[in-house]
């Protein structure tokens, strides 16, 4: 997945954003391509996420024990936000190939 943004808010919670999809019908099309994500699905749409976009969660993700995913549009693509408040697992850095800061690479 092409990342479009990942960084750590004030509180140390990880954001990892993807690049903008034309639809959720091809995000999730997107996710089910990789083994264990046959299951995916948009939830209901959620109020607000911490910028004020109306969003979706999308669930049955694989790899996301802790690991929230939400979907919103901006612009007229859309994004998925997967945020993580137990950044220390380095669940993130590992599904998307970030290094840790105590990585030795």
């Given at each position: 997945?092409?990342?479009s ?12 954003i ?36 109306v ?12 690991i ?9 693509k859309y ?27």
């Amino acid at each position: 997945m092409d990342i479009s943004k990942a960084y750590f808010n004030s509180g140390g919670d990880l954001y990892v954003i993807s690049e903008g999809f034309d639809s959720i019908e091809s995000e999730i099309e997107y996710l089910k391509q990789f083994e264990g994500n046959e299951k995916v699905e948009e939830g209901a749409a959620l109020e607000h996420n911490h910028k004020g976009d109306v969003v979706s969660e999308i669930f049955n993700i694989k790899c996301t024990n802790n690991i929230n995913c939400f979907t919103y549009e901006e612009n007229g693509k859309y994004y998925l936000e997967f945020h993580n408040v137990y950044a220390g697992s380095n669940k993130l850095y590992e599904m998307f190939g970030l290094k840790t800061n105590n990585s030795d690479d």
